[in-house]
């Protein structure tokens, strides 16, 4: 419950204030002048001064410049007479947090004071938040050789990251664009006895299908137009180390044989050579669409297919692990150069109220470009505006398109909003059934009940988790 210190020389609207305010479910302390509201600030913390802008002695203007240099973090809202507009543009310029007008209509106060009660309450949020990101950042079950989560499904990837890292079986990382794959890889090579090696990305969708043989076997000198010397592939130099196969589904067909042969045979021979090399090397594939897809097209060999696909890992989108956003932030503004030495180090309520409620279909990768450009336009320590853009038409059926999958049942649309929904409400209200069955307009019972339905657990939302 908010405290509110009502300050009034008229009795009979001090009192019809402090009734309003009460109904109103807040604390009311009164005082009859600004004297005595200087007594009870220095006893108590309020949350918002309410004051006359006339009153004998000490009058509400000299009362806000009090307020301002002692207690920078109570509101203060000054009542004055009806159309004076120089009265007002003074009590805003002293610091006043707004101003109502007599006759005082109860509309117009309840307005005023739940907006600024509503900015308190989000800045208290955020202070709380930035103070458990603070306590958590630096548990090792969170931060994975750069790939930085808390929630449930973040921390099985972990758990399969470690334990693929003791094997050396061909991997499958799948995920939307921006999820982090390459991270994931690359965590895997660096947890393995591999780690001393070198670990080779190509990205296969790069290269039309004559380069990508160059890239991947290397050449001799001689073997083509412009083959000047002679150059080591990638598988090549790749050995005893991880070769990283993204966009893997836009290999042709042709180069999947010729890769399959060398995944099989362990060997592989540069263009124009005849001498064939031994090759000892790890394969980790990523892809962003469905391969069982590309079966069913054709344009991928079965053969080839269960080669790289032996252990597959998913990693979830950004919308799924919304839990984990707090820490994500936290994350890149300490490791952006410019951030650091601009000394940004959070973002406002505002702004991580419209993270919360964005889609984020570029997922963690569109996060640090937003991100970026807001740390370049940042007047402060606090970024208080980003660029979101706006959804696109197709929104409403993006959420359910995993791995390329488009089309979806009306049944599972309205089961993944309603998860969806659930999940933001429970991260906003940080695992508290009462205050999100409330908002949900549900009762405690039915809430549990949809949670069980989705696999919601309330312990995994909650600050302590």
């Known amino acids: 419950m908010y405290s509110i210190l009502i300050v009034e020389d008229h009795d009979l609207l001090r009192e019809q204030l402090g ?22 600030l220095s006893k108590e913390v309020f949350a918002i001064v309410v ?90 079950e969170y931060v994975l050789e750069n790939i930085v989560g808390k929630s449930p499904k973040v921390l099985k990837v972990f758990e399969l990251i470690k334990a693929l890292a003791e094997t050396d079986s061909g991997v499958l990382v799948t995920g939307e664009t921006g999820t982090g794959k390459e991270l994931v890889a690359r965590a895997i090579h660096n947890l393995s006895r591999r780690k001393g090696r070198q670990f080779v990305a190509i990205n296969c969708g790069a290269f039309p299908d004559t380069l990508l043989e160059s890239e991947l076997f290397g050449y001799e000198k001689g073997a083509f137009t412009g083959a000047i010397n002679s150059r080591a592939g990638k598988i090549e130099l790749a050995d005893n180390g991880t070769l990283f196969l993204d966009e893997v589904e836009s290999i042709t067909l042709p180069m999947q044989i010729k890769l399959l042969r060398v995944l099989q045979e362990r060997e592989v021979e540069r263009l124009g050579g005849n001498r064939k ?19 069913a097209r054709g344009t991928l060999r079965e053969d080839f297919y269960y080669r790289i696909n032996i252990i597959p890992v998913h990693i979830p989108p950004l919308r799924e692990r919304l839990e984990d956003l707090p820490l994500l932030v936290e994350h890149i503004l300490r490791h952006h150069s410019f951030a650091r030495e601009k000394k940004i180090q959070n973002v406002s309520p505002k702004v991580f109220d419209q993270m919360l409620a964005y889609h984020w279909p570029g997922n963690v990768r569109e996060l ?82 949809k949670m069980r339905r989705h696999g919601l657990d309330k312990e995994s939302f909650k600050p302590s988790a």
Not at 19 to 40: D, H, M, N, P, W
Not at 277 to 295: C, E, G, Q
Request: include cysteine; charge should be neutral.
């Open 19 to 40: 009734r309003f305010y009460e109904q109103e479910g807040y604390r009311v302390t009164l005082a009859a002048s600004g004297e005595k509201a200087i007594e009870k």
């Open 51 to 140: 004051s006359d802008v006339k009153m004998p002695g000490m009058d509400g203007f000299q009362l806000t410049r009090h307020i301002r240099e002692n207690y920078p973090e109570t509101d203060v809202i000054l009542v004055t007479a009806f159309g004076n507009v120089k009265e007002a543009v003074q009590a805003m310029k002293l610091g006043a947090s707004d101003y109502i007008t007599k006759p005082v209509e109860p509309e117009a106060i309840r307005f005023v004071s739940e907006k600024l009660i509503e900015k308190r309450r989000l800045l208290e949020e955020v202070r709380e938040l930035r103070q458990i990101v603070k306590e958590e950042y630096v548990k090792e």
């Open 277 to 295: 090399v031994k090759i000892n090397m790890r394969v980790i594939a990523a892809t962003n669409v469905d391969l069982s897809l590309s079966l």
């Open 368 to 449: 640090e470009n937003i991100l970026e450009r807001a740390i370049v336009k940042c007047p402060g320590g606090t970024i208080d505006e980003v660029d979101l853009p706006a959804p696109p038409r197709s929104a409403p059926d993006m959420p359910f398109r995993s791995n390329g999958e488009v089309g979806v049942s009306l049944k599972q649309w309205v089961l993944k909003s309603e998860k969806d929904y659930l999940r933001g409400l429970l991260i906003k209200h940080k695992g508290r059934i009462g205050a999100t069955a409330k908002e949900a307009k549900v009762d405690d019972k039915t809430l549990y009940r």
